[in-house]
Each structure stands twice: as C-alpha cells, then as structure tokens.
C-alpha cells in the first residue's frame, strides 16, 4: 500500500511537471520565435559532441536495459546514424532556412511571393523503446534544425537509458529547450494530451490511435511512425544464398526488435527448402552460438518474451511447423525460429510480431505475392529480392509501403537525403533530413505588394470597361 501511494505520488509529480515545463517552453519560444542558423547549428553540434563523448554510457545503459545489446549492434543502428543526422542536418541548414522565390501570375503584377519556413513552436516527441537513443535524437535534430523548443517522453521500459539521456540532455540544453520526461503509461498519456504544435509518436499501431485521439482534442499535427508486417518477396531467379543473407541481417539485428524489420518472407514454393537452408546457413553464419554470445541481442523484458513464446506455441498447435535454428536459450536471447505452414488463424500472422521469430509464405507466381500483401494493412517496409529490372519496378508500381528495399533490408531508413514514414496503418507524415525540417516548419506563403496597387482596376462598382478587358485576357 505504502509503495502504491508513493508511485501514485511520484506520477501525480510528473504529470503536474509536464504542465510547467511546456509553459515555460511556449514561452522561451515567444521570446525568441525565429532562432538564427548560427544559434541551431550550435545546439546541433553541441548534440554531436556530447553524443560522441558519452558513447560508452550510452552503449552500457542500453544493454542494461536488453538484459544484453550488443554494442556493435548499438553503434550500428543507434549511434552512427544520429551522428550522420547531426552532421548532415547542420550541413545544410542554412539552405534549407533560405525562403523559397515562387512565381506571381501576370494578372497580379507588379509583386512578388515567397514561402518562408517558420518554427512551429513546441514540439512533442514521444520515443519507444527499441531504439530509445535514435528514436529520441532523429526527432530530437528534425526540431531543433526548424528552431522548435522540444519536450520527449522516454520509454518506461529503457529506465537507464531514459534516465541517463535525460541527464545527459540536460548538460548543454536548458529544460525550456529542450526537456525530457520519464515516467510510466499515465505520464505517456498525459504528454499526448498537451497542446504542442506537432507532435511525433513511433509505436505500435494500436497505441498510435490512442496518440492521435488525443492530439485531435487540441488540434495537434501528428507524425506517426507505426510499424506493421513489412513483408520480404524473394524472386523466382535470386540467388538463395544472397537473398538469405540480407534478409538474415535485417531480422536478427536487435533480435527482430525493429519497426520495419522483415516480418515475413514470401519464397515461390519450390523454393522454399532451399531458401530455409540459405537462410540457417546465414544465421549461424552471424551467430556460430547463442549462449554467452555478446552480439546476440535479447528480448527487452519478460513481457516481450512471453508473448513471442506464445505466438510460437498458438502457431504450432494450428499446424505449423517451428525450424529453431540455435538448440538452447539462455536469459531473454530467444533462438532464432523459422515459421513454417504459417496461416491467417495464427497470432503470428495477426500481428506485428517484433521479435526474431521469420514466418515462410510461398507463392505461385509473383501476381500471388502481391495480391498477399495488397489483400493486408500497408506495411512500414518493403523488401524485394531479384535482380530483373523489370520486376523491380512491376514492385515499386504494384504495392503500396512506407519505404522500399530492392536487394536489401532496413538500410533505406539510415538515408539522410530520403524522407522515412509509414502509410495508412503504418503511420502518416515523414521526417529524416530535409523532410524533417519541413515537418517541424510552417510553410508560410507570403504575397508582397509595394506602393503601386494594379489590383485597383478590379475593385467595385463592377462593369467597368478596364473590368471587362480583364475578364477577356485573362478567363479562358
């Protein structure tokens, strides 16, 4: 009871925490509304620097929170490309600050227009908990580049992580910059609820809907960054042995704890023992064992685990047939398992499974495969093997996704100069470089007039004969 009133306490702060810190952001924004590129590009580097000093915390406080990520994994898919965000944004902003000259129409001469990209103000970043540093920093970037003050909501499931960014943050940002907050689902809820300006949640589908319920009370812009069964096609002509290895790599990085990591594979039938093999030959390739193994990444918490071993146990007993590809387990690093006979009734196939469990689906021909995925929810991700150049682009025009990997998996999301976002259930807006800029700016269209006013000639009483010549040049 006594630790029941203290965490009901402790929340109660936290929430009343929130109020006071967005105020004092709103207004630190209202006494600096246009920061210079001088001034962003100094917290910019002022980010890199610290993120590049603290990379060892950074890497031990993550692993802590995985029970064990591998560091090199951490480096990989965390640490460089927030660095390669940094650097690339600061690179460019001054470009990307410049108002942009649009044309004028005869009939409104003489004048001239612009659009001019203004900071929208307050900026909520709502990060989860899989890849808790790039996850906060890639917004983190996209707002600060725009000149935006920023709150971001860490994950309740990475507390050393959340807490130590936290910390860390708050060494070379003031808090009505930028400010983190912990806290557990209720402090999530409540930071959905304030009014920012924009708002970006990444996250299950299902929480996704619950964000945006609650920024349409406020009219809040979102970006939402969901996730999805991203399917992997494998042609009927791609060397097995290529295809595996890279759909291999996108599926055990982070142990499959990946948003747009491949959730299942499409193989023509008669490919399909062959492409298992390929694909054992791979994994093991990577990890010759799992137990004591430091690049084998386990599953966040019990909770995870729990419901990756169940969707193993409902998948078997509905008639699959389960090709672990390591014997033993040890802690939370779950064996890798290939899923065969999967179906529509299993869980597996149901859900984003977020783990390193790879269902198999064969196909007849290709129409099959892409009547499988267009008959589903529009993927985050998706991943095509073949080297025809024809059937590649037949992919690109006859499928709908956030983003596409020919001939390889999840690198398109660590491209600065490419937009990242979902579509229709996977999510709604973009953000990474230049994209991300625009997303945390207002467009603002501006129309200027000096002294000389032509439009006097169209001004009532109607039915003049300078009217009528206008009308005729003009309307057609």
Not at 59 to 65: L, P, R, T, V
Not at 433 to 446: N, P, Q, R
Request: proline fraction near 7%; charge should be neutral.
């Amino acid at each position: 009871m006594v630790a029941d009133i203290a965490y009901l306490q402790q929340s109660q702060q936290q929430i009343s925490q929130l109020d006071t810190t967005f105020q004092r952001q709103r207004d630190a924004f209202r006494a600096n509304p246009m920061p210079s590129a001088e001034q962003r590009i100094q917290w910019l580097d002022s980010l890199r620097e610290l993120i590049h000093a603290e990379q060892k915390s950074l890497i031990d406080a993550i692993s802590q929170d995985f029970s064990n990520r591998s560091a090199d994994e951490t480096v990989l898919a965390e640490i460089m490309p927030s660095l390669h965000g940094i650097h690339y944004a600061a690179k460019r902003l001054k470009k990307w600050m410049k108002p942009s000259r649009r044309s004028v129409g005869m009939a409104f001469q003489p004048a001239s227009a612009k659009v001019v990209y203004q900071p929208l103000g307050v900026v909520g970043v709502i990060v989860p908990w899989n890849y808790p540093l790039y996850l906060a920093i890639g917004p983190l970037v996209g707002a600060l580049a725009a000149g935006n003050r920023v709150m971001i909501k860490m994950s309740e499931s990475t507390p050393a992580t959340s807490q130590l960014l936290k910390d860390l943050l708050a060494r070379i940002f003031p808090e009505d910059l930028v400010a983190v907050s912990l806290g557990e689902a209720e402090v999530g809820v409540a930071f959905s609820r304030l009014p920012f300006d924009h708002l970006l949640f990444t996250g299950a589908t299902s929480i996704g809907k619950h964000v945006m319920r609650a920024a349409a009370e406020n009219l809040t812009p979102v970006t939402l960054e969901l996730g999805g069964k991203s399917p992997a096609i494998v042609s009927a002509d791609v060397p097995l042995a290529d295809a595996a290895e890279r759909i291999a790599f996108g599926k055990t990085l982070n142990a499959g704890q990946t948003c747009v990591a491949p959730d299942y594979v499409l193989v023509p039938e008669d490919r399909v023992e062959g492409f298992v093999e390929a694909y054992r030959q791979a994994v093991q390739g990577f990890y010759p064992k799992l137990a004591d193994n430091p690049d084998y990444t386990a599953i966040i918490n019990e909770r995870q685990l729990g419901r990756l071993k169940g969707y193993l146990v409902d998948a078997e007993a509905k008639g699959a047939r389960l090709v672990p590809l390591f014997p033993e387990a040890q802690g939370r690093r779950l064996p890798h398992t290939l899923v065969l006979g999967a179906n529509d009734e299993m869980k597996l196939m149901q859900e984003e499974i977020f783990g390193p469990l790879l269902p198999i689906v064969p196909y007849r021909r290709i129409e099959d495969a892409f009547a499988y995925i267009n008959d589903r929810p529009r993927p985050l991700a998706l991943y095509y093997f073949g080297y025809g150049k024809a059937e590649q682009q037949r992919v690109l025009h006859e499928t709908h996704s956030g983003g596409v990997c020919l001939n390889d998996t999840l690198l398109h999301v660590a491209q600065d100069d490419m937009p990242f976002g979902g579509v229709g259930p996977s999510g709604m807006g973009h953000y990474h470089g230049h994209e991300g800029f625009l997303t945390f700016s207002k467009a603002k269209g501006v129309f200027i007039k000096q002294r000389f006013n032509a439009a006097k000639m169209i001004y009532p009483p109607y039915g003049k004969a300078i009217q009528k010549l206008v009308f005729k040049l003009f309307v057609r």
